[in-house]
C-alpha cells in the first residue's frame, strides 16, 4: 500500500461536506459514492425483542442481541442535500430521510417523549 492519494477522484467535482470523513478514490463504483458521516450516534431499544444470532446453526449457545438503531449522516454525491439515515444493526430497517422528513421525526419523538414524561403515575 503507498501512500494516500491526496488528489480528489476524477468524478468528485465539488469538495466535500465538512461532516464527511470517507475516503474517496477514482475505483468507487457509482453507487459507492457517497459522502459519510463518521459521526454516528447508537440507541439500544431496551423494550424490544432481542434478536437470536446466527450462532443457533452451528449448536453452539443461542446468543442474544439487543435491538440497536443507528443514525448518520449521507449523501450521494450527485445528490441535492444529505439524508439521514436509520438502520436497526440486525437488519431488523432500513430508513432513509430527507432533512425536513427527520426534522418531522425529531419533533414527533420529542413531542411523544413530552407527553409520556407529562403522566404522572
Ligand atoms: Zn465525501
Same mark, same amino acid.
Given at each position: 500500500? @503507498?501512500?494516500? =492519494?491526496?488528489?480528489?477522484?476524477?468524478?468528485? /467535482?465539488?469538495?466535500?461536506?465538512?461532516?464527511? =470523513?470517507?475516503?474517496?478514490? =477514482?475505483? %468507487?463504483?457509482? %453507487? =459507492?459514492?457517497?459522502? /459519510?458521516?463518521?459521526?454516528?450516534?447508537?440507541?439500544?431499544?431496551?423494550?424490544?425483542?432481542?434478536?437470536?444470532?446466527?450462532?443457533?446453526?452451528? @449448536?453452539?449457545?443461542?446468543?442474544?442481541?439487543?435491538?440497536?438503531?443507528? /443514525?448518520?449522516?449521507?449523501?450521494?454525491?450527485?445528490?441535492?442535500?444529505?439524508?439521514?439515515?436509520?438502520?436497526? %444493526?440486525?437488519?431488523?430497517?432500513?430508513?432513509?430521510?430527507?432533512?425536513?422528513?427527520? %426534522?418531522?421525526?425529531?419533533?414527533?419523538?420529542?413531542?411523544?417523549?413530552?407527553?409520556?414524561?407529562?403522566?404522572?403515575?
Amino acid at each position: 500500500m @503507498g501512500k494516500p =492519494d491526496k488528489r480528489p477522484p476524477y468524478w468528485l /467535482v465539488e469538495t466535500c461536506p465538512t461532516w464527511c =470523513d470517507k475516503f474517496h478514490g =477514482d475505483e %468507487d463504483l457509482v %453507487d =459507492d459514492r457517497r459522502h /459519510v458521516s463518521r459521526w454516528r450516534q447508537r440507541i439500544v431499544l431496551c423494550t424490544m425483542e432481542p434478536v437470536r444470532l446466527a450462532s443457533l446453526a452451528t @449448536g453452539s449457545e443461542v446468543e442474544f442481541e439487543p435491538c440497536t438503531v443507528q /443514525v448518520w449522516v449521507e449523501q450521494g454525491y450527485r445528490e441535492i442535500e444529505p439524508r439521514i439515515r436509520l438502520e436497526e %444493526d440486525h437488519g431488523l430497517g432500513l430508513f432513509a430521510l430527507s432533512l425536513d422528513e427527520a %426534522d418531522r421525526l425529531a419533533q414527533a419523538l420529542a413531542e411523544a417523549v413530552k407527553l409520556g414524561r407529562s403522566t404522572t403515575l
